[in-house]
């Protein structure tokens, strides 16, 4: 299959701990370069700031990745390249990109940082909603959204889809919460455009868009639907489709497909284990670990599990019996209740390598049956 001809239900997923080198390779994999076609095209990439925090906080978009992306992008002969980002309310953009290494990154490559809380807007009818849009996130010709895997304290997930909700005015943010989040963030994808999609799943936050409980995964994923690439993170975090409104909704307006069952997912590595010392898990983290044995354990199985026991509801965790086996290191060994198949000599195990977040949640409910 040629990549102008990429079928978009095809999601590309690698594992790892150099989060530069996978962006290039994912962009490689995807033919993004024959995807956008003209190199005098002016490409957007829409990381995600939404705080001034270091990405091993679990919120914002590590620079690394977008570092590799602009190596790769810039290797092929595109020169109009600017990222574009509007921190939350609460927040001021300038300070995002200096904490957050984008300062540095755009004074190293030449990219053109713009901050759309200081770009003017204009009012657009986005299927039935008028919502206020920033001039520069419509000026682009071809948007790559850049988006973190990770929970969200109201709508349960934030990826794709809600990332888009750092290119519209600040007033807008605040309306936006008063419309209820999830019809506006639908509505608002009619609109702007996410025509290629990386994912950062290094070590998205558990619940919270603000960061602080990071769960190490090493993973990341790319996809030119937006609809799909979000099924497929809500499903990393143990949700259905159904869970996500918004979800639900932008599949409804026509702007991709939530429909997992026919997506291709194509594995461009395997998951391996990677150092979580260099990442300071929070305190509800810290929790959910003490319920787990871990020897050796891939990142993006560890990650799987640690969702799980955060889907789960605290009195169903103390049921459960303790330790639950994961890792490497469980290969021949015997326990009691493991998860990945490194542990398929335990009592009971689940499969998987690595197995899906709704998966281990299923199992680990099944055995308090």
């Known amino acids: 299959m040629s990549p102008g001809k990429r079928e978009k239900h095809e999601i590309l997923v690698t594992y790892g701990d150099k989060p530069e080198l996978m962006a290039f390779q994912l962009a490689e994999a995807a033919g993004l370069a024959e995807r956008i076609g003209d190199r005098h095209k002016r490409v957007g990439l829409k990381p995600n700031l939404v705080v001034p925090r270091p990405a091993s906080q679990g919120a914002t978009t590590h620079p690394e990745i977008v570092r590799g992306l602009i190596g790769y992008l810039q290797h092929q002969g595109f020169t109009h390249l600017s990222i574009l980002e509007g921190s939350w309310v609460g927040e001021r953009t300038e300070d995002a990109f200096s904490v957050c290494g984008y300062r540095k990154l755009a004074a190293d490559t030449g990219v053109e940082l713009v901050d759309t809380q200081q770009d003017h807007s204009q009012t657009y009818d986005c299927r039935g909603m008028y919502l206020a849009i920033c001039d520069r996130a419509l000026a682009v010709d071809f948007m790559i959204n850049l988006p973190v895997l990770k929970g969200h304290c109201q709508t349960l997930l934030t990826c794709a889809l809600k990332n888009t909700k750092g290119l519209i005015p600040n007033q807008e943010k605040r309306r936006f919460h008063t419309l209820g989040l999830h019809k506006p963030i639908a509505h608002l994808n009619t ?59 932008a599949e409804r307006l026509g702007i991709g497909t939530a429909d997992l069952s026919h997506a291709l997912i194509r594995e461009l590595s395997d998951p391996i284990p990677t150092d979580r010392k260099l990442i300071r898990p929070g305190l509800k983290v810290k929790q959910l670990t ?68 709704l998966e281990v949640l299923n199992f680990l409910r099944q055995q308090l049956l």
């Open 191 to 249: 609109r702007i455009r996410s025509d290629f999609i990386l994912v950062d799943g290094i070590c998205g936050d558990l619940d919270f868009e603000e960061g602080g409980n990071p769960v190490p995964a090493g993973r990341m994923a790319a996809a030119y639907d937006p609809v799909l690439i979000d099924a497929w993170a809500a499903a990393q975090l143990g949700y259905t489709v159904e869970e996500i409104p918004y979800l639900v909704l």
């Open 290 to 357: 003490s319920f787990i044995q871990e020897d050796r354990a891939c990142s993006a199985c560890y990650a799987a599990l640690v969702f799980a026991l955060s889907r789960m509801g605290e009195h169903e965790r103390l049921r459960l019996p303790r330790p639950i086996s994961i890792g490497q290191g469980f290969k021949g060994k015997k326990g009691v209740l493991g998860v990945g198949n490194c542990t398929r000599e335990c009592a009971q195990f689940l499969g998987g390598c690595p197995p899906q977040t």
